[in-house]
């Protein structure tokens, strides 16, 4: 790929029109918004949406979320808004709720990796809403992290991953939420959760007054297979039985350089376990990262999880152990993210 020359944009109206006309142009424009950091193309233009998946190193039935910022966009997408999606949108947008719905022909398959639906959300930040609505068109974002690595929460994470492959960076403020929106399928007589976030199955039933399903594959986790090449792993996932709905959902991800190892179990013995195979690495002179959140705050955890990881590979760090949080509430979304990470190698302790 040509090496590009990444412009670094402010958030001042000057900067937001700069952005917006690159994206005009067929350009790659990462930005904030509440959940990470994500790299627009216009989603309408199948030229310009095919050179994200070459700029992140993404596989191309990975599809992406179109970001809009006024509900009027939505008619260009998809002719089937239903009540549903009416009553969880003027509960949750703008905000990190993602909706997968019916796509008009006009949306490049490009942009939905190949499918006849769309995932479409409006973000909640002030300079993502500015950057679409003087862009004028609905724009295609994954997260602007390189394919495989934690997502983005910061510009400087982005320029970690993208300078020089993307051709503009809005450098806003660290994103608040941490981790990506909720995705949930609207398309079936039951809407499904797809990938969790911080919109949970019990805040779309409230709204909704029925139940919503979860990807079965949410709730499983892949036998893992050790490598018999290997003295101590990486492990490997056998992932024949494996078979998620959002395609996102299978590859490996949010993969820091260290190998990881979870450590699940009740917290005391938790941190018992941590410390001693601490102990045991250092002496084998390994550089050791330790991440244990408070289990009462997951909100917390979603904050700094990513950029966690990203700070113990700046910090060179060999093996990172990491404690399980309670699968409930945004630590449900948290340890979605937290197993694949560490490719669900778990202990039990
Ligand atoms: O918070 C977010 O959602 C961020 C910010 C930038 O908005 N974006 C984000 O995009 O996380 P990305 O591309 O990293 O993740 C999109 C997820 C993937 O798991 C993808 O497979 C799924 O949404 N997805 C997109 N379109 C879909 C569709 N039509 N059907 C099923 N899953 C879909
Ligand atoms: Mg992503």
């Known amino acids: 790929m040509e090496r590009l020359e990444t412009i670094i944009l402010g958030t001042t109206e000057e900067d937001i029109r700069k952005g917006a006309e690159i994206l005009r142009d067929g350009g790659l424009v990462a930005f904030p918004t509440e959940t990470v950091y994500g790299l627009g193309a216009n989603g309408m233009d199948a030229e310009a949406a095919g050179k994200v998946y070459a700029a992140k190193g993404r596989p ?38 993602t909706m997968v719905v019916e796509a008009l022909p006009q949306v490049p398959r490009v ?29 295609a974002a994954p997260s602007a992290n390189a394919s495989g690595r934690p997502s983005p929460t910061s510009g400087q994470h982005v320029l970690d991953d993208l300078n020089g492959r993307i051709h503009a960076v809005v450098m806003g403020d660290n994103c608040q ?13 039951t809407p499904m959760i797809l990938r969790p976030g911080k919109l949970t199955a019990e805040d779309f039933e409230k709204v909704l007054g029925k139940p919503v399903a979860l990807d079965p594959a949410l709730l499983q986790k892949p036998v893992l297979v050790e490598d018999p090449a290997s ?6 996932i056998a992932d024949a039985d494996f078979k998620p709905k ?16 979870i450590f699940k179990g009740e917290p005391e013995a938790v941190r018992l376990a941590i410390a001693e195979a601490k102990l045991e690495r250092v002496q084998f002179g390994e550089k050791v990262g330790v991440i244990i959140y408070d289990d009462s705050k997951p909100e917390e955890a979603a904050h700094n999880f990513f950029a966690e990881l990203r700070a ?25 993210r ?9 202990i039990e302790v």
């Open 60 to 97: 191309s039935d990975n599809p992406m979320i179109v970001h809009i910022a006024d509900r009027k966009a939505l008619e260009g997408l998809t002719s089937g808004v239903t009540a549903d999606m009416e009553a969880l949108m003027d509960a949750f947008w703008p905000g990190p709720m």
């Open 111 to 139: 942009t939905t990796g190949g499918l006849d639906t769309v995932a479409v959300r409006m973000p909640d930040h002030p300079v993502a809403l500015a950057l679409i609505s003087e862009s004028g068109v609905p724009i």
């Open 177 to 189: 939420i941490g981790i990506e929106s909720t995705v949930i399928d609207m398309t079936g007589e």
């Open 231 to 236: 003295q101590n792993g990486p492990a490997k």
């Open 246 to 261: 959002s395609p996102g959902q299978k590859y490996t991800h949010y993969a820091p350089k260290a190998e990881m190892i």
């Open 312 to 336: 113990m590979d700046k910090a060179g760090v060999d093996v990172i152990f990491a404690a399980a949080l309670k699968e409930d509430g945004v630590g449900f979304a948290v340890m979605n």
């Open 338 to 346: 937290m197993f694949k990470s560490a490719g669900y190698h778990i």
